[in-house]
Structures are given as structure tokens and as C-alpha cells.
């Protein structure tokens, strides 16, 4: 079982930047990939951001040139930055964590809000 803690999450401004930390424990060394969802309000959940082991990485659209996910892989936490935020930022962003091997995620965070405002 891999335990993930997500937070940073709160209100931001229009163009303002967040940090979001999400860190893992128990087994941890079954994690290749870790990541961030989020889900709006009446909107299917979306893959945000996620970074394999290998230093791979992959963004939606929607955030790229705005949003940077890292690892620190001796803390077991993954970041992602949030800049240039706009209000269709806001949502719930989730952590997650795929094993070597699985396409869905195996492990979930229980999520953190964050609203951008105008």
C-alpha cells in the first residue's frame, strides 16, 4: 500500500503561483510514476501533470508553459508548480501514483482545493 498526502492547495489570484506537495509513503518502492488529476465542479476528472522515475514527463494542453511537475525522490514527494494560474485552474487537484506497468493510477491522495480568483 503506497499512502499519499497532498498540500498547498488554497486561494490564489488570476496569474499568481502555487506550489502543490503531495508525499508518499509505505511502499514506496513499488511508485514509478507519480502525478496530479484535478476535477472541476461538473467536469470529469483530467490528468494534469505526471512524471515517470526516469525523469519523464507529460502535461495536458491546458497547462503547458504554465505548470512544471518534479520529484524529489529522496523525500518520495512530486511537486507541481502552478503559474500564470487562470480560473479554469480552479479544481481539485489530486496525487497519484502508478506502479511499473499500469496505465490506470493505483494510488490516490485524498485531494487539495485550489480556487483561483478573479
Known amino acids: 500500500q503506497v499512502q499519499l498526502v497532498e498540500s498547498g492547495g488554497g486561494l490564489v489570484q488570476v496569474g499568481g503561483s502555487l506550489r502543490l506537495s503531495c508525499a508518499a509513503s509505505g511502499s514506496i518502492f513499488s511508485i514509478n510514476a507519480m502525478g496530479w488529476y484535478r476535477q472541476a465542479p461538473g467536469k470529469q476528472r483530467e490528468l494534469v501533470a505526471a512524471?515517470?522515475?526516469?525523469?519523464?514527463?507529460n502535461y495536458a494542453d491546458s497547462v503547458k508553459g504554465r505548470f512544471t511537475i518534479s520529484r524529489d525522490d529522496a523525500k518520495s514527494t512530486v511537486y507541481l508548480r502552478m503559474d500564470n494560474v487562470k480560473p479554469e485552474d480552479t479544481a481539485t487537484y489530486y496525487c497519484a501514483s502508478w506502479k511499473l506497468g499500469s496505465l490506470e493510477a493505483d494510488y490516490w491522495g485524498q485531494g487539495t482545493q485550489v480556487i483561483v480568483s478573479s
Open positions: 512524471a515517470t522515475s526516469g525523469d519523464l514527463t
